[in-house]
């Protein structure tokens, strides 16, 4: 006898077969709701006030929360994520934009200027009873100060400019090449500005201080022209030094006459202590860079700097190319030369 089996059968039915969406999803796909509408909902944040947690965000969130979330991220990593982060362009680190100095415009008072017509500014020249011991019922005699009014801070222009191909502007971090290139007109710019401030300190009728010699005899110099500022009136504020290469290396090369030991401390940047004031190595004073090789010792306060810098990025004029350019303006003066030393060396 043939046995024939009765029992439970799969029963296919044609058709669609409808699976339910997840509750959140993380992939940019469909899903039953929005995982950050419902944390906003259940907090109560929203346009109005003191507004009530939804209920409803309250259910669905607490759970999921609590036992899916987990494992939800469990399965995250750098590469199974790359098609939702695609390159873009950010900001190149400093340490990889081009690096300048700047010791002479740091070294006077700088700033910025607001536009680019010419100012008169004052220049004190002479100035003596200016205050003094107050005797009761008596107003004081009149001081006496001569300003030279004719002084003018004049802007002049600074302009630069650099084609590049568009694909180099196009190109994904790192590349930045147009931030690369700002940066280089930038630098450029500053060596402008550090020239115009050895212009402006070279063209001073000032107290001139000459320096002599090497090691001891030059040490000597120094404490000659230092020691005499403790004992006078408004001295003690020369404190800016900027120095041409003319007198930066025989300072720098100064030995005592015993030990062979350097005379003046170096600090980073290779600032020269010189008895308590830092000496700052100044590249466009020296004459192989245009100066007249003469160095400097001032009231910051007294010496004036300031700059006007703007960028344009002009890339609807071609189609293969972008031009980037740098313009302003920039102005220094002096409002009391009595405040300047012009130091001058001579090896013997």
Known sequence: MQM???????????????????????????????FVADLFDASGV?????????????????????????????????????????????????????????????????GQLESAMAVTVPRVTA????????????????GSMTVTAADSATPKPV??????????????????????AFALMQAAWSEVVEARIAALL?????????????NAALDDD???????????????ALTSLVLADELYGPSRRAKDGTAGRRIYRVGPGGVLDVDG????????????NGGAGNSYL?????VHAAEMVQRFRLNAFSVAKVVLAIWGFSAEWCTRPADVRRLTYAAA
């Open 222 to 236: 120094w404490q000659d022209l230092l020691i005499p500022l403790q004992a006078t009136a408004g001295g003690q």
């Open 46 to 110: 929203g346009a109005s006030p003191n507004r009530p947690p939804d209920d409803d965000a309250v259910r669905y969130l607490t759970p999921f929360l609590a036992n899916d979330l987990a494992a939800v991220f469990a399965n995250v990593t750098k590469a199974n994520v790359a098609s939702l982060n695609p390159p873009v362009r950010s900001q190149v680190p400093a340490s990889l934009l081009p690096q300048f100095g700047r010791p002479l415009w740091d070294s006077v008072s700088n």
């Open 202 to 214: 070279d063209g001073l009728t000032v107290t001139t201080v000459g320096l002599v010699g090497t």
């Open 127 to 142: 100035a003596s009873g200016l205050a003094g011991e107050h005797a009761e019922g008596a107003d004081p005699a009149d």
């Open 277 to 288: 004031i830092g000496g700052v190595p100044a590249w466009a004073l020296a004459v192989a």
């Open 4 to 34: 024939t089996d009765i029992g439970p059968k799969e029963v296919r039915i044609p058709g669609p077969i409808v699976e339910e969406r997840p509750l959140y999803r993380f992939d940019g796909q469909p899903a039953q709701r929005s």
């Open 298 to 302: 001032f009231n910051r306060a007294s």
């Open 159 to 180: 302009s630069g400019q650099v084609t590049l191909n568009r694909e180099l502007i196009d190109f994904a971090a790192p590349a930045l090449t147009d931030q690369v």
